[in-house]
């Protein structure tokens, strides 16, 4: 027999799939990456050299063990260090509201910033920036904000081997480059979870590689 599953957020997902899609179509900017499966886009020198080096100064202060909700730094699943950038220092402030004018979304769905640094044989497996409205934890994240809709990441530095972004279903490695930024929905256009967003920070073989990311929720993030 078949059902009808219920997901959580799906309607506001696909409409801000579609105002997001609609405002990145019509700035020059933005690049669409190849394929047909995840709204996938990359600008280049999206940030200045200058502030991506302020940025992997502010990532060096504020950097711990990175947590995920299910399993712990231990576990070797997520080995790079992070942090919550300060949202009042200006700068933070200032580049914050340009990835939120660039999506043209209100400011009040995305998360604060998030640096993430990784040393040499640090890494974040293949894993999908949504939460998995099964588990313990969406009780919490469903009052903060609900689902995670549109991703932005942003390199702040070159790496001398490894540390691509690689979208492991899709077959698509993505270099550092500095001042590069990505942006990807984690729906389908219809606001279902896309399980092609799959994705992974590879090893750093050699170097040490440093991003800031912004998630954008479908509510009033808290
Ligand atoms: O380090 C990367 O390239 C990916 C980072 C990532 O997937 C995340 O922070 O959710
Ligand atoms: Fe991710």
Known sequence: MATTQNIPDQDALRRM???VRERLAA???VYKIETDKVELFA?????TPEECQRLCL???????????????????????YSGDLNPH??????????????LGVKAIVGEAIQGQRYMEG?????????????????????????????????????????????FTELGIKIEPKTGVLL????????????????????????????????????????
Do not use: C
Request: no cysteine; glycine share 10%.
């Open 27 to 29: 700035d020059p900017r």
């Open 122 to 166: 640090q890494e974040f497996k293949p894993h999908n920036d949504w939460f998995y409205t099964s588990e313990n934890y969406w009780k919490g994240e469903r009052k903060r904000g609900g689902q995670r809709s549109w991703t932005t990441m942003v390199f702040l530095n070159e790496v001398d081997n490894g540390g691509e972004t690689h």
């Open 58 to 80: 502010m990532v060096d202060e504020t950097a711990r063990p990175s947590s995920l909700h299910e399993i712990g730094y231990d576990s070797g699943f997520r080995t790079s």
């Open 17 to 19: 799939g579609k105002q």
């Open 183 to 222: 942006i990807w929905n984690n729906a389908l256009p219809d606001g279902r979870p896309n399980e092609s967003t799959i994705h992974a920070g590879t090893p750093v073989l050699k170097g040490t590689k440093y991003i800031i990311t912004k998630w954008y929720r479908t509510r009033k993030w808290k």
């Open 89 to 102: 220092n200006s700068v933070v402030k200032e580049i914050s509201q340009r990835i939120d004018n660039l």
């Open 43 to 47: 600008v280049g020198d999206f940030l």
